[in-house]
């Protein structure tokens, strides 16, 4: 089978896509070019404008690259006609690119804009409370002379409220005028009265030596009143080791008292008993608030508001660890020995910040945190 020959038109022609280049075929790209960029009407659209009627394989590309096949003569009118055309399309598109890329910008504003007028949530923000403030600084002081903090239940067992620490079976503490019981009555489970059972899991948890905190709320069947709440927070410490002494535990108490009230720390013990330590005390820490202001020759204010005039402050009990509770904790008192103390931490912010009644601290009205600012 023969070839079929090459048809008149694109005979010789380099490119088959040829056109035929004159007024009237030139006139009409550029027509429908200019037509079809004003009916453009976002830089999306324009930009496929641009490819249909200037890109490589429209009239005016194409038309263009047909010059060189025509004959010399003709050359420079099919140029200036075909070089004119284009540039009054190229110059169009230009036009309506800033155009419509100035509208969308406008309504990209428009449509981002904030109405400063519209009206907001005015509602106050909260704010920390000062006993959660008090209590990570109390935190703080343990983490800082090396101990960890450790925590336990609300809910707890009799066992480790009472039993494991000691107290006897007839000790008032256990009366339910005292504690809170969880229903039924031998569920064997109580509302805390103390954080001191956390010292007793964290002996059989991570055992001898031991050093380390107990924050925490705790419940009494207590009235509520200006100085009690049913509900309020403590914070335990526990020292296990070999040798350790009432020295240590006295050390360690100024050192807190310093941390917390500043001033000159001075430690006091009375004795005293708890079930749960041998030999047992009271601690009183000196009057902060007669020391600052009274100095090294004056023990007391006899008007000082904070202790009364007594020039000291009671802030919970203390002792060494009786060898039994070490004993029901796993620990072998031979070996080793513990101090341990209790302070209650609404105590410290009611004598440290001058708060009169404990409603305060428990009504959350935002207003009374915040007057005590935000402190991280
Ligand atoms: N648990 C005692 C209470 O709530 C306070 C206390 C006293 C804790 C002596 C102790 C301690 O660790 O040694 O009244």
């Not at 904070?306 to 660890?321: A, D, K, L, P, Q």
């Not at 959350?364 to 005590?372: A, E, I, L, P, T």
Request: proline share 6%.
């Amino acid at each position: 089978m023969s070839e079929t020959p090459p048809s008149p038109e694109t005979a010789g022609a380099a490119d088959p896509e040829a056109v035929t280049i004159d007024e009237p075929t030139i006139g009409a790209a550029v027509d429908a070019a200019l037509a079809a960029i004003a009916g453009a009407t976002t830089t999306a659209e324009l930009k496929q404008v641009r490819i249909d009627h200037v890109g490589d394989a429209s009239v005016l590309s194409r038309a263009n690259a047909s010059i060189r096949d025509l004959p010399k003569d003709q050359k420079a009118a099919a140029g200036k006609l075909v070089g004119q055309s284009k540039g009054r399309v190229q110059k169009a598109l230009a036009a309506r690119q800033d155009e419509l890329a100035a509208a969308e910008e406008e309504a990209a504003l428009a449509e981002e804009t904030v109405d400063v007028t519209v009206p907001v949530d005015r509602r106050p923000r909260g704010s920390r409370h000062p006993l959660r403030t008090l209590q990570d600084r109390i935190e703080d002081f343990f983490v800082g002379i090396g101990w960890e903090i450790a925590e336990g239940p609300e809910i707890e067992t009799v066992w480790y409220n009472f039993d494991a620490l000691n107290a006897e079976a007839n000790h008032p503490s256990r009366s339910p005028q005292d504690t809170l019981y969880v229903a039924p009555e031998d569920s064997g489970l109580l509302l805390r009265t103390q954080t001191s059972p956390v010292q007793i899991r964290a002996m059989l948890e991570r055992g001898a030596p031991l050093y380390i905190a107990c924050p925490g709320t705790v419940y009494r069947a207590d009235e509520f009143d200006a100085t009690h709440s049913p509900m309020f927070n403590q914070i335990e410490g526990l020292a296990i080791d070999k040798n350790l002494t009432m020295a240590n535990l006295v050390g360690t108490l100024d050192a807190f008292a310093a941390a917390i009230f500043g001033g000159r720390p001075v430690t006091r013990l009375r004795p005293n008993h708890f079930p749960f330590t041998e030999p047992s005390a009271e601690m009183d820490f000196r009057c902060f608030s007669c020391d600052a202001r009274l100095g090294l020759d004056h023990d007391a204010d006899p008007e000082c508001r904070v202790c009364g005039g007594t020039g000291w402050i009671e802030m919970g009990g203390c002792g060494m660890v009786h060898p039994d509770v070490l004993r029901s904790a796993g620990v072998d008192p031979e070996e080793y020995q513990g101090f341990a103390f209790g302070l209650g931490i609404e105590r410290i912010l009611m004598l440290r910040n001058g708060v009169a009644d404990m409603h305060d601290m428990v009504e959350g009205d935002v207003r009374f945190s915040q007057h005590y600012g935000t402190e991280i």
